[in-house]
């Protein structure tokens, strides 16, 4: 039957309304349920079954269910003689509705089917059967569903007069009024089984139609049960007598059977709506604490009255732990405890955050290896006494003895994350199988949601780890300029980002300042960001321009994938110049706050197109400096709001940077401050400001030397000169014996333009030698008898720092002292 057709059907003819409002009773009939194993073999068949079949569940299950159900066939002409048994598989299609009922039974259906058929039943003559058939899918091995019905029954109920039809069928449960009663009742329908089959089973029933009965076209109503209406004092008595019954582990009486039957399909049920309210109030977010909080809080005091939870001691921490079997070592944390006793009265005995193992003989240790829920009906004297022991000097007792108790487990992925504890009040039922069952589904659906958290915590961990050591550790002054930076991580899921900054220093006591943002978040975006700042340290080292700069890491990120997609910014300041030179690849203009005036401005340069989109070029800009004057660099996450025009950041960017501050860190603060009063943001934000000193003339000294060896003497002397000028005389002995060496080499590699030196005195004594040979020389392990090689070995030994670099005419060869402390 097509679902479909239900929603082409007027509403002024739908059941509950019109003339199917007249027979609404007519759905209320005793139906048949039968369960098909993946075998072929009945595993359930219900009294319905036993009463429309005149075969008792004894005689049915574990017998070929094609035997047993309507299946296609032919009718013998006449009853088999006496003595001879009438097969119960004999049947004729009746209608012609769709495929018969064989077609679901041999597996050749995936969709719900329905039909009409005669039988021969043993004692009952010609039977007119109603069927609906459902296809099952899951873990366990049920795999059909069958519900059937007397149809010439239906019609001496119903007594309503000529029907054009009556026949079966489907359709969706939201189609009729009252949609959450029958999606509520259908347990009633189904054969008791555990929580968890008979929640599976519900699902895929409502999600493939409801079971329905047609009069007419445009006449239908749902199918409900009905089990019969005794008087209700009488019915009152025997659900009593069978409650009673079922309460102490005994057998039901015959006569009360079909009694105790309603009983468990109304404890299902209401287990069934426990588990469904449970599971939509947790797992409402990724935060492992909040997570925590509204599992105990879930289960009091419907379920229980107390409910205390513990956790492994990686699992609160977000880190991976070995998923064996615990031992008495493993730590648990009590991570939440919730209760329905006077407050306070369980906080001094067992407070949230306390961490402890458990031994061998208690209940919590036979949870946590077995992976497997413990009952235990009464916590008698000395069960109390031995859990107590654990406790050291708190008598925990006095809470616990002669209460029922119930420890499932948290599993997710065959590991034990945890286990919750719960504890009813002596004068409230003690917790009985049936609960053992509902809180271990509970505990099942909690611990898939405790898992989530808890790799979403370890990974936003490993994330943050990840991102916080590619950041640079910036000293706070470098050559001629202050720096203050700051990152703050994004407010989005998976906020991990690729905004970065950096320093790094350059040969001619000039400074590189760079800010990029990698396209995305999370780790494969911090990763990209660690190998674009890499690149980025790696090609700064090589003196390059920064349009060239830019121009190979855009190189670098298309070889590297073509995903790889970042905006960045490149400056390089000369404190001696005093001038910036910046490229820009996609990335937002930096803002200069000119000291003179306090005014600031966007830098106006050449956008760009970001790393890695290839064949577009990059330009170099000039702007001079004075000192004093404050360079601010950032991603575009800081003054980019949803809903709002970047325009508008940027202006904001420009009146908080030029605020006065006392220092660069409060500076820095002002900014973000100002720009995220919205709390709006959800990107992260890397910030860089350098207040760009300079360096003065009378702290620059420099010198043009003819590459000849007699120069090497003159160039110790200028040197041993300059120092005693600038009251460095504890500096003349080591630097004079370095410069010695590195313009010894350069006179000896250079080719025809002059060698040049120069001196900066700044935080330290910088020296650097420039010739016109591109090859860099290398740090070598002179033998004794060797005449070269050792110039090198000395500056390593001698400088605070030293290194090499290409330029455009050569190569620089440099090195620092420390200055000697001011008295």
């Known amino acids: 039957m097509d679902r479909g057709t239900e929603r082409d059907t007027p509403p002024e003819r739908r059941a509950g309304d019109g003339a199917a409002a007249e027979r609404g009773g007519a759905g209320r009939i005793p139906l048949a349920v039968v369960v098909v194993d993946r075998d072929g073999l009945v595993s359930h068949w219900s009294r319905g079954a036993r009463r429309l079949f005149s075969l008792a569940k004894e005689d049915a299950i574990g017998r070929p269910a094609a035997d047993l159900l309507p299946v296609t066939g032919a009718l013998p002409e006449e009853p088999g003689e006496p003595g001879e048994e009438e097969p119960y598989g004999a049947y004729a299609a009746y209608d012609g509705l769709g495929p018969g009922l064989g077609a679901s039974l041999g597996g050749g259906l995936s969709y719900p089917a329905a039909g009409r058929a005669r039988l021969a039943a043993a004692d009952a003559g010609r039977v007119d059967v109603l069927w609906w058939a459902y296809p099952l899918v899951g873990p366990g091995r049920e795999r059909l569903l069958v519900l059937a019905a007397d149809a010439d029954g239906l019609l001496r109920t119903d007594g309503a007069g000529t029907f054009e039809r009556i026949a079966p069928g489907f359709a969706l449960h939201t189609d009729f009024p009252g949609s959450e009663d029958l999606a509520r009742r259908l347990p009633e329908i189904l054969p008791s089984m555990s929580v968890g089959d008979s929640a599976r089973i519900v699902a895929q029933v409502l999600e493939l139609g409801y079971p329905v009965l047609e009069f007419s076209q445009n006449d239908r109503v749902p199918v409900t049960p009905?089990?019969?209406v005794p008087r209700r004092i009488e019915r009152r008595e025997r659900r009593e007598r069978a409650a009673r019954a079922l309460a102490a582990g005994e057998p039901v009486p015959e006569e009360l059977r079909d009694e105790g039957e309603d009983l468990e399909y109304a404890a299902v049920r209401e287990r069934l709506e426990f588990l469904n309210e449970v599971s939509s109030r947790i797992g409402t977010s990724l935060e492992l604490s909040r997570t925590i909080v509204e599992v105990s809080k879930a289960v009091v005091p419907r379920f229980t009255d107390v409910a205390g939870t513990y956790l492994r001691e990686q699992v609160v921490a977000g880190e991976g732990f070995d998923e064996g079997v615990p031992d008495t070592t493993t730590m648990w944390h009590r991570v939440a405890l919730e209760h329905t006793d006077e407050p306070g009265r369980w906080d001094d005995v067992v407070p949230v955050g306390e961490a402890m193992?458990?031994?061998?003989?208690?209940?919590?240790?036979?949870?946590?290896?077995?992976?497997?829920?413990?009952?235990?009906?009464?916590?008698s004297e000395e069960m109390g006494h031995a859990i107590a022991s654990q406790f050291e000097k708190r008598d925990i007792r006095p809470l616990i003895t002669g209460r029922s108790m119930l420890v499932v487990p948290l599993k997710a992925r065959h590991a034990v994350l945890g286990f919750m504890i719960l504890l009813r009040h002596p004068e409230r039922q003690v917790f009985n199988d049936m609960d053992r069952v509902t809180g271990a589904e509970l505990a099942a659906r909690a611990g898939l949601v405790l898992d989530n958290a808890r790799m979403y915590t370890y990974q936003e961990n490993v994330a943050e780890t990840l991102q916080d050591s590619m950041l640079p550790h910036i000293p706070p002054r470098m050559a001629g300029c202050d720096i203050a930076t700051r990152y703050l991580p994004g407010t989005l899921l998976g906020r991990i980002g690729g905004d970065w900054f950096d320093a790094v220093k350059l040969p001619g006591a000039r400074t590189a300042f760079v800010v990029g943002d990698v396209m995305g978040h999370g780790l494969n975006s911090a990763a990209m960001m660690g190998q674009l700042r890499t690149a980025v340290q790696t090609m700064a080292a090589l003196d390059l321009p920064p349009a060239q700069l830019l121009r190979n890491l855009d190189d670098l990120?298309?070889?590297l994938g073509d995903t790889y997609l970042a905006t960045c910014l490149y400056a390089v300041y000369d404190p001696i110049a005093g001038e910036l030179r910046l490229a820009n690849?996609?990335?937002?203009?930096?803002?200069?706050?000119?000291?003179?005036?306090?005014?600031?401005e966007l830098l106006d340069l050449p956008t760009g197109a970001p790393i890695g989109v290839g064949g577009v070029p990059f330009e170099t800009v000039r702007v001079p400096v004075e000192p004093g004057d404050r360079l601010v660099m950032c991603t575009d996450g800081l003054v980019e709001?949803?809903?709002?025009?970047?325009?508008?950041?940027?202006?904001?960017?420009?009146e908080s940077a030029a605020h006065p501050a006392a220092s660069m860190d409060d500076a820095c603060d002002t900014i973000v401050r100002e720009l995220n009063t919205s709390g709006g943001r959800k990107d992260d934000v890397a910030l860089l400001m350098a207040r760009l000193g300079g360096i003065e003339p009378d702290d620059v000294a420099e010198w043009r030397l003819v590459p000849e060896p007699s120069e090497v003497g003159r160039a110790r002397a200028v040197v041993r000169e300059q120092l005693h000028d600038w009251g460095l005389p504890k500096l003349v002995d080591s630097t004079e014996l370095m410069v010695s060496e590195l313009?010894?080499?350069?006179?000896?590699?250079?080719?025809?333009?002059?060698?040049?030196?120069?001196?900066?005195r700044g935080d330290t004594l910088l020296c650097e030698v420039e010739d016109d040979d591109h090859e860099l020389p290398t740090l070598l392990d002179a033998r004794p008898a060797d005449e070269s090689g050792r110039g090198l070995r000395v500056v390593s030994t001698l400088a605070r720092q030293w290194g090499t670099s290409r330029t455009t005419t050569g190569k620089s060869v440099w090195f620092e002292l420390t200055l000697p402390r001011r008295r």
């Open 226 to 228: 009905d089990w019969g």
């Open 357 to 379: 193992p458990f031994p061998a003989h208690t209940p919590f240790f036979q949870c946590m290896t077995t992976g497997e829920p413990v009952l235990v009906p009464r916590i």
């Open 557 to 559: 990120a298309q070889r």
């Open 585 to 600: 690849a996609g990335h937002i203009p930096p803002v200069l706050v000119r000291a003179a005036d306090g005014r600031s």
């Open 641 to 654: 709001v949803r809903g709002e025009d970047i325009g508008v950041g940027l202006a904001t960017l420009c």
């Open 743 to 760: 313009v010894t080499n350069a006179v000896l590699h250079s080719h025809a333009r002059p060698v040049a030196l120069r001196l900066v």
